[in-house]
């Protein structure tokens, strides 16, 4: 699984609460009453200020600035990346007018959901008590010592990608308290607790595995690649194919006596990557163009660490060392198994962020927040266009 894909996962779910109920896409089951629900809506005060920079919508005290808006990852048409970079060619290819017209809705939304989620951590951070903020900065410490490990232990690799997504250190730890304790809460809430079964949990992860597991069919090979109009010879008269066969049959004679394939492929092929060996990264058999595309059906016949060639074609002839080959098909299970349980746990914790943006948005006043959402378009429509 890639990083960006365990990356979002990472921000999507929460880590502490693991006995829980709920289900991939299941509604309804968070145990929060309307009126409960209700109580939170009007718990805090949200109000349009004015600060360097411009806009900031404050929500029972705490600030939700542009940037947090625009850089974050959010939802949005199914994918989970920050609105800067969703909407960005839509921004460059369309006047500001046009840009807001076709925008507004995802952002508004996008906005909404962090006007509830920031109400539903105050009114869990209230329920919890006194004593909390010790807890709760451990448990982020440690999500950011696992997010670190997730670039093998690369400290600014891990801090790069959080510049790309809007955050630092701290900010993150803020993010990660915020959906830890929010994810205790929903759970605290439930009528009785009772773990989630293998079952359940397969079922989750057919029902995702399409969409996020999915592993296409691909080939790394090494490459030498000759081409008969390249060839360095000395008799005019001289067969330039001819030439190019003979050097061929010696080489592939060379590579099966023991040499090594890397080398002979520096000092002789003609092709792109011959200063690495000839060797190609992984690439879907599909994807290669003419002459190349003769290597898949090759690659199909051999196994890995095997030789195929010489292979001809009207203006190459290849000798290929297949690398590795992976058939289309899924992670398994067993790899992805806590992804899965975090996509029951985010789904849990989305359900009921839908429910309390609803009883927001019947809320008399909100209207204040179509302000902040012009400000953040008119910002992303800037910084697309620079």
């Known amino acids: ?64 600035t542009s940037d947090e808006i625009i850089k974050s990852p959010a939802e949005l048409d199914g994918g989970h990346v920050s609105p800067l970079e969703h909407f960005k060619v839509s921004a460059q290819t369309n006047s500001l007018e046009q840009f807001k ?12 959901s962090k006007i509830s989620e920031t109400l539903l951590y105050q009114y869990a951070k209230r329920q919890a008590g006194t004593g909390i903020d010790e807890s709760l900065d451990k448990m982020a410490e440690k999500e950011m010592r696992k997010f670190v490990l997730g670039f093998g232990g690369d400290e600014a690799k891990a801090d790069e990608a959080l510049k790309q997504r809007g955050m630092d250190r701290e900010s993150f730890k803020e993010r990660q308290k915020k959906l830890i304790l929010i994810q205790s809460y929903i759970g605290s809430k439930m009528p009785k607790y009772q773990p989630v079964t293998y079952r359940e949990l397969v079922d989750c992860y057919d029902r995702m595995k399409d969409r996020f597991f999915s592993k296409p069919a691909q080939i790394r090979f090494r490459l030498i690649d000759i081409e008969p109009a390249k060839l360095d010879i000395t008799d005019p008269n001289q067969d330039r194919r001819e030439e190019a066969r003979r050097l061929a049959g010696e080489l592939v004679g060379r590579i099966k ?40 059906a090759e690659a199909e016949k051999i196994e890995p660490g095997q030789i195929a060639g010489p292979i001809e074609t009207p203006e190459h002839i290849f000798i290929m060392k297949l690398e590795e080959k992976q058939s289309a098909g899924y992670e398994p299970f067993e790899k992805v198994q806590k992804q899965v349980e975090n996509k029951v746990l985010s789904d849990q914790r989305n359900e009921v962020v839908d429910r309390l943006e609803a009883r927001l948005r019947e809320q008399a006043g909100l209207g204040k927040t179509g302000e902040f959402v012009d400000f953040c378009l008119e910002k992303i429509y800037q910084m697309s266009r620079e």
């Open 1 to 64: 699984m890639s990083k960006k894909r365990i990356y979002r996962w990472l921000l999507a779910g929460s880590f502490l609460v693991l006995w829980f109920v709920g289900g991939c896409g299941d509604e309804g089951k968070s145990g929060l009453t309307e009126s409960e629900l209700a109580r939170i809506a009007v718990a805090q005060k949200i109000e349009l200020v004015k600060a360097s920079g411009g806009l900031v919508l404050m929500v029972g005290g705490e600030p939700i």
């Open 101 to 112: 017209k076709q925008a507004r809705a995802k952002l508004e939304s996008a906005v909404m």
């Open 257 to 296: 006596a023991g040499e090594d394939f890397e080398t002979l492929a520096q000092k002789y092929s003609h092709g792109l990557w011959r200063e690495v060996g000839g060797l190609w990264q992984p690439v879907q058999p599909g994807s290669l163009a003419s002459p190349y595309d003769v290597l898949a």
